[in-house]
């Protein structure tokens, strides 16, 4: 199968995916107690009022109508208006993704720093000092919740040695770049510096679990490429340690390691949003939380839209590039 | 989609009209005071109105940085119903009359105000020297089209507020002054206007799309809009033209945050000055802290047990009382709210309308407790309490609580059933009693403070809300809605003696709002949980 179809094949499946995705949207609002004009109404309302914001809300339609008039206006990133600020919901989600996106790569970045070379050590000295660090760290990474690291990294960094400020994003990455475009290098270092000191204790709440998740998985890839015949037959053919290890077994277990840092991406955009309430990241996660706790059911339904498109997106982005890698895998 | 053919104003302006606005939803809206006793009441002109340094002691051009739980909602001051976007418009819109601390009304923008003889109208004397942070002089003009603007749907667009100026049909502008009608005497005018309504610029107003109205700010405060991120921050600077002393600070930042210990840790680590609801269990960490303190203050929320009197053993007046023996309210409010509440013995909280400070409370007693439930002839019983989670502060802890003390009766065992609040209100909210959990764990903010509000939606035979039926209390509670002042006062402390007697609730406490304040600042926190960075120094 060529790239192309196959590209086709996915988006085909992908939009099949989301046309579940707002399914299962607009289906939590049927199911979710606490009936939206009760939420937003004052409870000593007349009945009449309440049936005639019941009727203008269009809740008193068949479902099936509800429905279809809701699954219409998606396409055209039309998802209705927040009921708190009167705003167009597509645009409020969009304005929150930046923050979301940096926060969820920036945690993938040093995860991937940090991750694999410390597998790489742990494989090749099995059994040593190194290892037994690199898997005390990984089982505490893994079993350390991310909300628990968040607040104590706080409370330490922040609140005790003020190292870092404890929450917000006061600057966007974009504007360090419109910054930077605009020739003001003095403000897109001072920005960046300021992004950075921001960024850092919510990149690494998030990443940790990440990082010790990708430290077992290229140990174990390691261990098990180093035991396959084609190391012993280079060895054999006297190529230097170094080049074994890291040209040939590293390349091998990178493929596997690839797909799940690909999907885990997809994971951190939606995920992240304990870890963005716990900092008052203005990301996707904030929005969801405030949006559930005023009852906001356009919003709430516009981001999960949004976040199921983007893990849509990352699966085929990432199913394409391990095809593209791994050549045995082919695009079939 | 069908929530885009209303929008959130109509969902509002459809919700007017309704007296108690608030309550259950949990948002108690900026109000204080008692509702008629300032009535009629007129103040000279003679004030010190000059501008000018500030005379206030300490240090001055200190900046200020506030964190709510949230955010403005927008900008217009007149489509919201929300304490978080009222304490920010309150530092750059003023209205004719004001309050201070103790909810007594005091003059703003208008100097003298009256009733108009013979007619059902009230005038305002607007003071001069008023300007717009835009530099353009206040006129009637402008007052008279902001009060329209709000109670007449013509006028610009459907405010959800026209129900916080009940009975307010219109403004005329006259010369330097502003005369108000209404479709009776309405015996609560003042009182309304030194809550409500924000005086906007006619011409300014005009001029834009809503979209910019809810995005830009130009009113006569003592502050102005130095910059807006919607989510993110409202940024003020002082206003230097001021018709009063000018402010003390030089600027107010105000930011959202939604998790409380975030909002904690932005006050230890210097980052906000001050932030609202603090949990109990952080409160320690503050105080012990270098560089912050606490200030608190009762709310306007009552949280309490509600009983239904027609299902046993709660028709039983003696089961009723016994359980409020049962319950050491000042426990719980020592060890689960640790000393931020007060306990209550009626439904009205005494910094409202109609409280009655000379009724007994029912003081931890378990063996009368015990003795009246073999009285009412219920020994044994089971029953279950409802409660919602996280709604209220530590409304799971408290209800856990209660459920313990009366299990420790030797008559009466209970369990605690925890509900989402969603579908707890959707069962309150039916209008049939049948409909309700028996027994539930609930909280009602008023911001009217008014007791009459609370008892008719919660304790009238034919309350929206209500679990009881008292024919002497629906007497007592028709009468005042037909009089005023000191008379309905009197009758509303009657009222209470009958729900103190009945025990229709098992009476719990009065929520305390929790502010976390940078200890280098003069502040008090306020019951109606206004945060006026203009009366806010520094040491």
Same mark, same amino acid.
């Given at each position: 199968?060529?790239?192309? &179809?196959?590209?086709?094949?996915?988006?085909?499946?992908?939009?099949?995916?989301?046309?579940?995705?707002?399914?299962?949207?607009?289906?939590?609002?049927?199911?979710?107690?606490?009936?939206?004009?009760?939420?937003?109404?004052?409870?000593?309302?007349?009945?009449?009022?309440?049936?005639? %914001?019941?009727?203008?809300?269009?809740?008193?339609?068949?479902?099936?109508?509800?429905?279809?008039?809701?699954?219409?206006?998606?396409?055209?990133?039309?998802?209705?208006?927040?009921?708190?600020?009167?705003?167009?919901?597509?645009?409020?989600?969009?304005?929150?993704?930046?923050?979301?996106?940096?926060?969820?790569?920036?945690?993938?970045?040093?995860?991937?720093?940090?991750?694999?070379?410390?597998?790489?050590?742990?494989?090749?000295?099995?059994?040593?000092?190194?290892?037994?660090?690199?898997?005390?760290?990984?089982?505490?990474?893994?079993?350390?919740?991310?909300?628990?690291?968040?607040?104590?990294?706080?409370?330490?960094?922040?609140?005790?040695?003020?190292?870092?400020?404890?929450? &917000?994003?006061?600057?966007?990455?974009?504007?360090?770049?419109?910054?930077?475009?605009?020739?003001?290098?003095?403000?897109?270092?001072?920005?960046?510096?300021?992004?950075?000191?921001?960024?850092?204790?919510?990149?690494?709440?998030?990443?940790?679990?990440?990082?010790?998740?990708?430290?077992?998985?290229?140990?174990?890839?390691?261990?098990?490429?180093?035991?396959?015949?084609?190391?012993?037959?280079?060895?054999?053919?006297?190529?230097?340690?170094?080049?074994?290890?890291?040209?040939?077994?590293? &390349?091998?277990?990178?493929?596997?390691?690839?797909? %799940?840092?690909?999907?885990?991406?997809?994971?951190?955009?939606?995920?992240?949003?304990?870890?963005?309430?716990?900092?008052?990241?203005?990301?996707?996660?904030?929005?969801?939380?405030?949006?559930?706790? &005023?009852?906001?059911?356009?919003?709430?339904?516009?981001?999960?839209?949004? %976040?199921?498109?983007?893990?849509?997106?990352?699966?085929?982005?990432?199913?394409?590039?391990?095809?593209?890698?791994?050549?045995?895998?082919?695009?079939? | 989609?069908?929530?885009?053919?209303?929008?959130?104003?109509?969902?509002?302006?459809?919700?007017?009209?309704?007296?108690?606005?608030?309550?259950?939803?949990?948002?108690?809206?900026?109000?204080?005071?008692?509702?008629?006793?300032?009535?009629?009441?007129?103040?000279?002109?003679?004030?010190?109105?000059?501008?000018?340094?500030?005379?206030?002691?300490?240090?001055?051009?200190?900046?200020?940085? *506030?964190?709510?739980?949230?955010?403005?909602?927008?900008?217009?001051?007149?489509?919201?119903?929300?304490?978080?976007?009222?304490?920010?418009?309150?530092?750059?819109?003023?209205?004719?009359?004001?309050?201070?601390?103790?909810?007594?009304?005091?003059?703003?923008?208008?100097?003298?105000?009256?009733?108009?003889?013979?007619?059902?109208?009230?005038?305002?004397?607007?003071?001069?020297?008023?300007?717009?942070?835009?530099?353009?002089?206040?006129?009637?003009?402008?007052?008279? @089209?902001? *009060?329209?603007?709000?109670?007449?749907?013509?006028?610009?667009?459907?405010?959800?507020?026209?129900?916080?100026?009940?009975?307010?049909?219109?403004?005329?502008?006259?010369?330097?002054?502003?005369?108000? +009608?209404?479709?009776?005497?309405?015996?609560?005018?003042? #009182?309304? @206007?030194?809550?409500?309504?924000? *005086?906007?610029?006619?011409?300014?107003?005009?001029?834009?799309?809503?979209?910019?109205?809810?995005?830009?700010?130009?009113?006569?405060?003592?502050?102005?809009?130095?910059?807006?991120?919607?989510?993110?921050?409202?940024?003020?600077?002082?206003?230097?033209?001021?018709?009063?002393?000018?402010?003390?600070?030089?600027?107010?930042?105000?930011?959202?945050?939604?998790? #409380?210990?975030?909002?904690?840790?932005?006050?230890?680590?210097?980052?906000?000055?001050?932030?609202?609801?603090?949990?109990?269990?952080?409160?320690?960490?503050?105080?012990?802290?270098? !560089?912050? +303190?606490?200030?608190?203050?009762?709310?306007?929320?009552?949280?309490?047990?509600?009983?239904?009197?027609?299902?046993?053993?709660?028709? #039983?007046?003696?089961?009723?009382? /016994?359980?409020?023996?049962?319950?050491?309210?000042?426990? *719980?409010?020592?060890?689960?709210?640790?000393?931020?509440?007060?306990?209550?013995?009626?439904?009205?909280?005494?910094?409202?309308?109609?409280? !009655?400070?000379?009724?007994?409370?029912?003081?931890?007693?378990?063996?009368?407790?015990?003795?009246?439930?073999?009285?009412?002839?219920?020994?044994?019983?089971?029953?279950?309490?409802?409660?919602?989670?996280?709604?209220?502060?530590?409304?799971?802890?408290?209800?856990?609580?209660?459920?313990?003390?009366?299990?420790?009766?030797?008559?009466?065992?209970?369990?605690?059933?925890?509900?989402?609040?969603?579908?707890?209100?959707?069962?309150?909210?039916?209008?049939?009693?049948?409909?309700?959990?028996?027994?539930?764990?609930?909280?009602?903010?008023?911001?009217?403070?008014?007791?009459?509000?609370?008892?008719? /939606?919660?304790?009238?035979?034919?309350?929206?809300? +209500?679990?009881?039926?008292?024919?002497?209390?629906?007497?007592?509670?028709?009468?005042?809605?037909?009089?005023?002042?000191?008379?309905?006062?009197?009758?509303?402390?009657?009222?209470?003696?009958?729900? !103190?007697?009945?025990?229709?609730?098992?009476?719990?406490?009065?929520?305390?709002?929790?502010?976390?304040?940078?200890?280098?600042?003069?502040?008090?926190?306020?019951?109606?949980?206004?945060?006026?960075?203009?009366?806010? +120094?520094? !040491?």
């Amino acid at each position: 199968m060529g790239l192309g &179809r196959f590209l086709l094949k996915r988006v085909l499946q992908g939009v099949l995916v989301i046309w579940g995705v707002i399914t299962v949207v607009f289906a939590l609002r049927l199911v979710s107690p606490g009936d939206p004009a009760n939420v937003l109404l004052p409870p000593d309302v007349d009945p009449a009022t309440r049936a005639r %914001v019941i009727e203008e809300l269009g809740l008193n339609q068949p479902l099936h109508i509800q429905y279809l008039d809701f699954l219409a206006g998606v396409p055209f990133g039309d998802f209705g208006t927040s009921l708190v600020s009167n705003t167009p919901v597509f645009s409020r989600v969009l304005a929150r993704l930046p923050a979301t996106l940096e926060l969820a790569i920036v945690a993938t970045i040093v995860a991937v720093i940090i991750a694999i070379p410390l597998g790489v050590i742990s494989a090749t000295r099995r059994h040593e000092p190194a290892d037994y660090g690199a898997t005390i760290f990984s089982l505490v990474g893994i079993s350390t919740p991310n909300f628990w690291l968040g607040v104590m990294l706080i409370i330490l960094l922040a609140v005790q040695f003020n190292v870092f400020p404890t929450s &917000r994003r006061p600057v966007g990455l974009s504007m360090v770049f419109s910054m930077l475009a605009a020739g003001q290098f003095a403000g897109a270092a001072d920005g960046f510096v300021n992004w950075l000191s921001h960024i850092t204790l919510p990149a690494i709440t998030l990443g940790t679990y990440f990082t010790a998740l990708i430290t077992r998985l290229t140990r174990s890839g390691m261990l098990d490429q180093l035991g396959k015949t084609y190391v012993r037959a280079s060895r054999a053919k006297g190529l230097p340690e170094t080049l074994v290890r890291y040209k040939h077994v590293l &390349r091998n277990t990178l493929i596997p390691v690839i797909t %799940v840092i690909g999907l885990q991406l997809g994971t951190l955009i939606g995920g992240a949003v304990i870890t963005e309430q716990v900092f008052n990241w203005p990301g996707l996660g904030t929005l969801i939380i405030d949006s559930i706790s &005023r009852r906001d059911w356009p919003v709430i339904q516009g981001s999960l839209i949004v %976040v199921g498109v983007g893990f849509v997106l990352v699966n085929i982005v990432v199913d394409t590039l391990y095809a593209y890698i791994n050549p045995r895998v082919g695009f079939d | 989609m069908p929530s885009n053919t209303v929008d959130r104003r109509t969902f509002l302006k459809l919700s007017g009209g309704a007296a108690a606005s608030v309550a259950l939803a949990g948002c108690t809206g900026g109000d204080t005071g008692d509702g008629e006793t300032t009535e009629e009441t007129t103040s000279g002109g003679d004030t010190t109105t000059t501008s000018g340094e500030t005379s206030v002691g300490g240090e001055a051009d200190f900046d200020l940085t *506030i964190t709510q739980g949230s955010l403005p909602s927008g900008l217009d001051p007149h489509d919201h119903r929300e304490t978080p976007t009222e304490v920010v418009m309150l530092h750059v819109y003023e209205g004719v009359l004001t309050r201070d601390a103790d909810g007594k009304v005091l003059e703003s923008l208008a100097t003298e105000w009256s009733r108009v003889d013979g007619e059902n109208a009230v005038m305002f004397q607007l003071r001069d020297e008023v300007t717009f942070h835009n530099g353009d002089a206040l006129t009637a003009e402008d007052v008279a @089209f902001s *009060i329209n603007r709000i109670v007449n749907d013509d006028v610009g667009f459907a405010s959800p507020q026209s129900d916080q100026l009940a009975g307010v049909t219109g403004a005329e502008a006259m010369d330097g002054a502003v005369k108000v +009608t209404s479709d009776g005497l309405n015996p609560i005018v003042f #009182s309304e @206007f030194a809550t409500y309504c924000d *005086i906007m610029q006619k011409s300014w107003v005009e001029a834009r799309e809503q979209a910019d109205i809810a995005g830009d700010m130009n009113g006569t405060g003592p502050f102005m809009l130095d910059s807006y991120t919607e989510d993110e921050e409202v940024a003020l600077t002082r206003y230097d033209d001021y018709w009063q002393d000018t402010a003390p600070a030089a600027s107010v930042t105000f930011r959202g945050a939604a998790e #409380s210990s975030t909002r904690v840790n932005q006050l230890l680590a210097g980052e906000s000055d001050i932030v609202v609801n603090v949990p109990p269990q952080e409160v320690q960490r503050v105080n012990s802290s270098d !560089n912050a +303190t606490i200030a608190a203050a009762p709310s306007t929320r009552v949280i309490f047990n509600a009983l239904r009197y027609d299902v046993e053993p709660f028709s #039983s007046k003696a089961f009723r009382q /016994a359980l409020n023996y049962a319950v050491d309210v000042e426990s *719980i409010n020592q060890n689960v709210l640790d000393g931020f509440a007060a306990a209550t013995n009626q439904p009205t909280l005494p910094e409202f309308v109609g409280y !009655n400070p000379d009724l007994p409370s029912y003081d931890y007693d378990p063996e009368r407790a015990a003795e009246l439930v073999e009285q009412s002839g219920h020994a044994g019983v089971e029953l279950e309490l409802h409660t919602p989670v996280g709604r209220y502060l530590k409304d799971l802890e408290i209800a856990e609580a209660v459920a313990g003390f009366v299990n420790d009766l030797p008559n009466v065992s209970v369990t605690v059933r925890q509900r989402d609040f969603g579908s707890l209100v959707d069962e309150l909210l039916t209008g049939n009693i049948e409909d309700k959990p028996p027994w539930y764990l609930i909280g009602w903010g008023e911001a009217t403070f008014d007791g009459g509000l609370v008892m008719t /939606a919660l304790l009238k035979s034919d309350g929206a809300l +209500t679990t009881f039926s008292n024919e002497q209390l629906d007497e007592l509670l028709t009468r005042a809605g037909n009089e005023s002042g000191e008379t309905r006062a009197q009758t509303l402390m009657e009222a209470n003696a009958v729900c !103190n007697e009945e025990a229709p609730w098992v009476y719990l406490n009065q929520q305390y709002s929790v502010y976390g304040v940078n200890s280098a600042l003069n502040w008090e926190a306020r019951a109606d949980e206004r945060i006026d960075a203009y009366a806010i +120094t520094k !040491n």
